[in-house]
């Protein structure tokens, strides 16, 4: 090779170096998780360590960060979902989409193939339902809502029944409460930390679900309810920050000024008719209030879509 060509060489490496594709075997310091990459351009990590496992002493305990370990974790099958409350749930029953254990803390990671440490993808970060009784939508396959909506797709598995939501005094005095919620946290925060290194932008995590797993919604997402909402909202706002007081109030206060500023650039920015005796802002709140419409000619107007909100997840963990 000429003296030029190396040179040149040498400069594409350096300049691919930046734009490298995320690669399946993934450093995240404390650990290293070798995932697969499938025929149809989409990277998966399934079975993914997003807690220590709570076993013996730990059961009950609230969720603590995965163990450091030095051996590469093979994240390249689905590990076991949580148990169910009853034995006759039908996550019991043989199926060839999982299995259940106690051990069952793992999130499943999809990708497209091309992420890079720097894309910053959107993620879509999914809270399976089942009552609080069972993980009842395990283990679906999110490569092609990955590949379609160039996203990242991140599914949790949570504690539910008595592994999840057990109530005595013994667990009230000792141990912890809503071990399942917390666990939904615990994936939460550790995809904040770690979801970079798969492609995805930390803040940019849209919680996504339905039934039980959406009840984490409430203070993260805002959507509309045309009538239903209306009724609670303070009337008389007229100012961006009074609005503000409203949605931290309903939000509990774990909004992050980046979730304020796309609420006020989604809902406060936008005119609305002013009503007689009320504030400026009114409509407007009404229509950031609560989330997801339920009514589908109300969804056909523009109202109920999701929209992506930062939590600030150090505040909900404490
Ligand atoms: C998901 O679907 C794709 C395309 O059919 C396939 O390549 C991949 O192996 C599937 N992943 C799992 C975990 O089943
Ligand atoms: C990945 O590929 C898709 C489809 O070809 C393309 O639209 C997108 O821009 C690519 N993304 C990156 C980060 O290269
Ligand atoms: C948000 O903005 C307000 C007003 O600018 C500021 O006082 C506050 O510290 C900010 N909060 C955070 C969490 O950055
Ligand atoms: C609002 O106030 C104006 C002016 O006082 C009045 O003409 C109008 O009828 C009122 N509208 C309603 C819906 O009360
Ligand atoms: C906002 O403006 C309305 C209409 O002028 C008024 O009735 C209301 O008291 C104002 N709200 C506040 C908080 O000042």
């Known amino acids: 090779m000429h003296a030029t060509h190396v ?24 650990t290293q998780l070798q995932g697969r990459e499938t025929a149809m351009g989409v990277m998966q990590w399934l079975g993914v360590p997003f807690a220590a496992p709570l076993l013996g002493p730990l059961r009950f305990s609230a ?7 030095t051996d590469i974790v093979y994240c390249t099958a689905f590990r076991p979902i949580c148990l169910p409350r009853q034995p006759s749930d039908f996550t019991m029953k043989p199926n060839r989409r999982f299995t259940v254990s106690e051990d069952c803390l793992f999130v499943n990671i999809f990708a497209p193939t ?38 990242i797709i991140i599914k949790v598995n949570y504690r539910v029944g008595p592994f999840g939501f057990a109530q005595s005094r013994e667990i009230v005095a000792g141990v912890s409460l809503n071990n399942g919620m917390k ?13 970079a290194k798969f492609g995805g932008n930390p803040d940019q995590i849209v919680i996504s679900s339905y039934a039980a797993g959406a009840l984490l ?25 009074d609005a503000f007081a409203v949605m931290q109030g309903q939000a509990f206060n774990v909004l992050s000024n980046y979730s304020l500023s796309l609420l006020k650039q989604t809902y406060l920015a936008v005119l609305q008719p002013v009503f007689n005796n009320s504030g400026v802002l009114w409509r407007q709140i009404a229509n950031a209030h609560r989330f997801g419409s339920i009514d589908p000619e109300q969804e056909r107007l523009g109202f109920g879509a ?12 404490g």
């Not at 040149?8 to 310091?29: E, H, M, Q």
């Not at 999701?306 to 963990?317: D, F, K, P, S």
């Open 7 to 30: 040179f040149t060489a040498a400069i594409l490496a350096l300049f691919s170096l930046s734009v490298l594709a995320v690669p399946s075997l993934v450093d995240l310091g404390y």
């Open 63 to 69: 969720p603590i960060d995965p163990l450091p370990t």
């Open 217 to 241: 919604h409430v203070p993260t997402i805002w959507g509309n309810c045309q009538d239903e909402g209306a009724k609670n909202v303070p009337q008389s706002p007229n100012k961006t920050e």
């Open 183 to 195: 666990d939904i946290i615990q994936g939460l925060a550790w995809a904040q930390r770690n979801i």
């Open 306 to 317: 999701y929209y992506t909100i930062e939590l600030n997840v150090e505040a909900l963990v």
């Open 114 to 151: 091309n992420a890079t440490e720097d894309s910053q993808l959107p993620v879509m970060y999914f809270a399976q339902s089942g009552g609080f009784q069972s993980n009842s939508n395990a283990n679906f396959n999110g490569s092609q809502l990955a590949l379609f909506g160039e996203i």
